[in-house]
């Protein structure tokens, strides 16, 4: 009888926990594996030029990104329209050649905390890019813009008078540049492939380029002299914060909405400079936070829903969001 009391009992209260929570643990944890690529990076620098860095590391995701292709299509390689292939081509530069570079060289010129918030600022160069394509854009968009340049030029006053770090700073802005028009132009491929299949296609596109840039400064590099605590950062850098950071992403997304989602991404930059204050002790004066309140306020506006503020009217559309 004892028995048949407790059999029941677990799969009720710990299966019925994880399916309550589990869609918030999964965003909690892509916070956490996107937080550390600007930490695990900074620290990949020391052993190994950002060049070739993101050179194996793309080469190691785009052998991941066939390998599961190949095992969800039981060894047949699925190909691509030939009138998309000019869009899949733009989608990889902005999306890896031009964000991977900018990317690598201002985190190496920068903090981790500052390159997060910066790259962080990607809904609201969408608004601009979507503007600047005659989209119409809400008042709270240009709001929120409004908001986060005043936090971007507060945040930066803080680093007056070194040029590297501002270089660095400047990079990073023009990865989240990148990586908006990544979004903004992908939105049809998204629609029209499977997962996998664009995956595997866009990485291929776009890690061709960036081995090619790399070549020179790879050939250079000492790789018996990187240690295996670096290499296995490599794998991770490779497997984790894209891979397996997406496939849970994505399950929360089915589970709890993309608005919600979007909400938690907002937590990157704060947990990156967590991370950056405790492995480079990384200091944050008044002037810096106050910046850095500002840039998360106004993402914060661009990404309320459509009429939550009182006075503005919902904007009419797809419903389509970044996720």
Do not use: C
């Amino acid at each position: 009888m004892a028995e048949r009391m407790a059999a029941p009992a677990r799969p009720a209260g710990e299966e019925g926990m994880v399916a309550a929570a589990g869609p918030e643990l999964a965003q909690i944890l892509v916070v956490l594996l996107w937080a550390s690529t600007f930490v695990v990076s900074k620290g990949i620098f020391d052993q190994i030029a950002p060049l070739p860095y993101t050179a194996v590391r793309f080469l190691l995701m785009t052998v991941l990104a066939f390998g599961v292709l190949l095992a969800r299509r039981r060894g047949v390689l699925p190909g691509i329209r030939r009138q998309d292939l000019g869009r899949f081509l733009v989608v990889a530069f902005f999306g890896y050649v031009a964000y991977q570079l900018a990317f690598v060289f201002g985190l190496e010129r920068t903090s981790p905390f500052s390159s997060s918030l910066l790259v962080a600022m990607v809904p609201l160069f969408t608004v601009l890019i979507l503007a600047a394509m005659g989209e119409r854009t809400p008042p709270q968009g240009w709001l929120g813009l409004a908001v986060a340049v005043v936090g971007v030029g507060v945040f930066l006053w803080d680093k007056r008078g070194d040029s590297g770090t501002l270089l660095g700073d400047a990079l990073s802005l023009l990865a989240g540049v990148a990586f908006a028009a990544y979004g903004v132009f992908n939105r049809p491929l998204v629609g029209r492939y499977p997962s996998e299949v664009h995956s595997a296609y866009t990485t291929l596109f776009g890690a061709l380029p960036l081995i090619l840039l790399a070549l020179p400064t790879a050939s250079g590099t000492d790789w018996g002299a990187v240690s295996g605590p670096a290499w296995l950062a490599v794998v991770y850098m490779a497997v984790f914060p894209v891979y397996v950071a997406y496939q849970l992403w994505n399950w929360a997304i089915s589970r709890r909405g993309v608005a919600a989602a979007t909400t938690f991404s907002l937590l990157v930059p704060i947990a990156s400079g967590i991370l950056s204050a405790v492995f480079y002790g990384e200091g944050f004066g008044v002037w810096k936070t106050v910046g850095a309140t500002l840039v998360l306020a106004g993402l914060v506006i661009v990404r309320l829903p459509p009429g939550a503020v009182a006075g503005w009217p919902p904007r009419r559309g797809n419903g389509e969001g970044r996720g």
